[in-house]
């Protein structure tokens, strides 16, 4: 029997098309389940065969080698339903946050108004345990369902779910998350909707929307935040190849044209180095990297 329908399978396919910062080369394989049973059935074929692979979400937290990646990379864009349930929303993994957002203000619900404009999906904002405007996932889920590398499925309450600042169980035990069941209280839909465009509208003023990046490239360290140190090491406008520092957020790195990975890696590299000399902290890295 085939694994997924035909057309689900991209041969080849650049990963400069499916990632934020428009970086990556092809990979041999770029399969597109549609459902969660294709989803699972893929894993344990995958891992049976002993391939490679990788799991994609919206590609917005990932640097992705200029190589390419020589194994099966799964995208979650085609798991993307969302409905409105009794006091939450369920979403599969591949729907956007800012859709899961969407779909809350209009049931009237309040608590997911943080996750309008994180560009990433349902799933990679769970494993990420994604936030801004002091809301993050693990305030919002309270069912996480996911499948384990063979392809078995589960079900996890939230407050089992190893959340911690950017992280989660998921992240750390490689598993795949298929769907989030959030749950969310009554709230006044114009309030959570000027919430919503309060937030919109901070982003477009602090950050470079209008340039391909990843979002923060850096974790916020334990005293402070990563873009002010960087800023005070002036940094700002700091350039290796396509790669540059932004002048608008100097947390995070756009592709000016024509960035590859090795000129991100580098400005990483120097922006670490700088900040560990002038103020003694080492940053570690937000955005993942595959085939690096
Ligand atoms: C302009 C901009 C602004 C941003 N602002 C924010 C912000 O305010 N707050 C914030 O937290 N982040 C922010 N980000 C980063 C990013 O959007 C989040 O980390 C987001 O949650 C990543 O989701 P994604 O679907 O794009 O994940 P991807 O980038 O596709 O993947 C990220 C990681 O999650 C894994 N993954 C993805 N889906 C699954 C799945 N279903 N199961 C298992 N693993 C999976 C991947 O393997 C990878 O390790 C921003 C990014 C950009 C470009």
């Known amino acids: 029997a085939r694994l997924l329908p035909k057309g689900a399978v991209l041969f080849g396919e650049p990963l400069s098309k499916h990632t934020s910062f428009r970086i990556g080369g092809p990979c041999d394989y770029f399969a597109l389940p549609d459902t969660e049973e294709e989803l699972a059935n893929l894993l344990g074929f995958v891992r049976q065969s002993g391939l490679p692979y990788y799991l994609m979400g919206n590609g917005t937290n990932l640097l992705c080698a200029d190589e390419g990646?020589?194994?099966v990379v799964i995208q979650t864009a085609r798991l993307n339903r969302i409905m409105a349930e009794d006091g939450g929303v369920y979403a599969e993994c591949g729907a956007s946050l800012t859709r899961a957002a969407y779909e809350a203000a209009a049931a009237s619900l309040t608590g997911l108004e943080f996750a309008h404009g994180i560009p990433g999906s349902v799933g990679g904002g769970t494993v990420m345990n994604a936030g801004a405007y002091g809301g993050e996932i693990a305030d919002a889920a309270c069912e996480v369902f996911y499948l384990d590398p063979a392809g078995n499925r589960f079900r996890v309450q939230a407050k089992a779910a190893?959340?911690?600042y950017?992280?989660?169980r998921f992240q750390?035990?490689?598993l795949t998350v298929t769907a989030v069941r959030f749950k969310l209280r009554e709230g006044r839909q114009t309030e959570i909707r000027e919430k919503m465009a309060d937030y919109a509208e901070r982003r477009r003023t602090k950050q470079p929307l209008d340039l391909p990046s990843a979002g923060s490239v850096f974790k916020r360290p334990a005293n402070g935040y990563a873009s002010a140190l960087i800023d005070a090491c002036g940094l700002k406008g700091c350039r290796i190849g396509g790669a540059c520092v932004?002048?608008?957020h100097a947390g995070f790195i756009v592709n000016t044209g024509g960035a590859t990975c090795r000129?991100?890696?580098a400005l990483i590299e120097h922006v670490r180095?700088?900040?560990l000399k002038q103020s003694g902290v080492l940053l570690e890295c937000e955005i993942?990297?595959?085939?690096?």
Do not use: H, I, M, P
């Not at 993942?288 to 690096?292: A, E, H, I, Y």
């Open 69 to 71: 990646f020589a194994g």
């Open 162 to 164: 190893g959340f911690a």
């Open 288 to 292: 993942k990297t595959l085939g690096v």
């Open 172 to 174: 750390r035990e490689a």
């Open 273 to 275: 180095e700088q900040v």
């Open 263 to 265: 000129d991100v890696l």
């Open 246 to 248: 932004s002048k608008k």
């Open 166 to 168: 950017r992280s989660s």
